[in-house]
């Protein structure tokens, strides 16, 4: 994993998050691994997508030396103030360099149940997000110095006033965990796992993280995995799916036998398509159906003239009609 210094956990609230104007807000700067980052999200969604997007990117990348680049493995929350159980994480692995200074994702989390009232993601009107950052390998010195953003507290304006605060840095905790095969899980998470463990005994057989947090943050990732695949194709977008390949393929590299989760992904990535394709298809339908049912009218109409037509042509010819 490398130093400790490499990892950071970096908290942001962003204020007033609904009455946000501006399409793209930034966190303060932190340093991780000699270099300086921080979060962009756009309140708004990104691409059109209605749910907050959420990136890590590095601060002035377009100023930095040429050749830099930093193998980071990244864990992006949005912490939900209600249960830790309903917190949104996603993890992944990138190379950050002069090209690809930012990543992360699109859907991170759907506006409506961000904006449920009774959702627990915000809180007077705030939203706390939290960064896990590990630099775990560094290729070019920038000289920067470590420590930078973790005294922060003040607020700081960004696009517009958009009153993006970013906090101390701090670590979410967990009152109480369980141990469950090596892995500390919230109680209300106890269950889920052991059947997880119980049809896949050799899920973790390979698994290299031995940090206790980051095991856990691991964890917490293909749970959330696996509640993006138990909705429906309905709910679940392309984006999602999209960030679904991502985080498997994230958990894969780190260790996890996820041979029985690829097959169910690329079995709803299948229901999917076959759900875009019949709705385009029942669409397709209903214009048929809807010129067909116009077509009838006017044939009925047509029709009732020729008998109309007929009508008068069967008549017969009166006395004075003739005469």
């Known amino acids: 994993m490398g130093k400790e210094a490499d990892k950071k956990l970096f908290t942001w609230v962003i204020r007033n998050f609904c009455s946000l104007q501006s399409m793209k807000v930034y966190s303060d700067e932190f340093v991780a691994g000699g270099c300086k980052w921080r979060l962009v999200a756009f309140p708004k969604g990104n691409g059109g997508v209605k749910c907050l997007s959420l990136y890590l990117e590095v601060a002035g990348s377009q100023s930095l030396p040429y050749g830099w680049r930093r193998r980071t493995e990244m864990y992006l929350c949005v912490?939900?103030?209600?249960?830790?159980?309903l917190f949104q994480t996603k993890g992944t692995y990138h190379w950050f360099d002069a090209k690809d200074f930012d990543w992360g994702f699109t859907s991170m989390l759907p506006l409506d149940k961000i904006y449920d009232k009774d959702g627990g993601f915000l809180v007077n009107g705030d939203l706390?997000?939290?960064?896990?950052?590990?630099?775990?390998?560094?290729?070019?010195?920038?000289?920067v110095p470590d420590g930078?953003?973790?005294?922060?507290?003040?607020?700081?304006?960004?696009?517009?006033?958009?009153?993006?605060?970013?906090?101390d840095l701090l670590e979410v905790s967990v009152n109480e965990s369980t141990d469950v095969n090596g892995f500390q899980v919230l109680p209300s998470q106890v269950e889920t796992m052991s059947r997880i463990f119980e049809r896949h005994p050799d899920i973790a057989s390979k698994f290299r993280p031995k940090n206790e947090h980051l095991r856990?943050?691991?964890?917490?990732?293909?749970l959330s995995l696996i509640n993006t695949l138990c909705q429906s194709t309905q709910e679940i977008s392309k984006d999602d799916l999209t960030d679904a390949y991502a985080s498997l393929s994230f958990l894969?590299?780190?260790?996890?036998?996820?041979d029985w989760l690829k097959e169910k992904l690329e079995k709803m990535?299948?229901?999917?398509?076959k759900q875009e394709a019949g709705e385009k298809r029942m669409q397709e339908i209903e214009e048929e159906l809807k010129d067909l049912k116009q077509k009838c009218l006017n044939l009925e109409a047509e029709l009732e003239k020729e008998k109309a037509d007929v009508s008068v042509a069967r008549a017969p010819l009166s006395f004075d009609d003739v005469v």
């Open 79 to 85: 912490v939900n103030r209600v249960s830790t159980e």
């Open 128 to 143: 706390k997000i939290v960064a896990e950052v590990y630099v775990l390998e560094a290729i070019g010195k920038l000289d």
């Open 148 to 167: 930078i953003g973790e005294e922060s507290g003040s607020e700081k304006m960004v696009e517009e006033d958009d009153g993006a605060e970013s906090n």
């Open 216 to 222: 856990t943050a691991y964890i917490n990732v293909l």
């Open 252 to 258: 894969t590299k780190a260790g996890l036998n996820l």
């Open 269 to 273: 990535s299948e229901k999917k398509e």
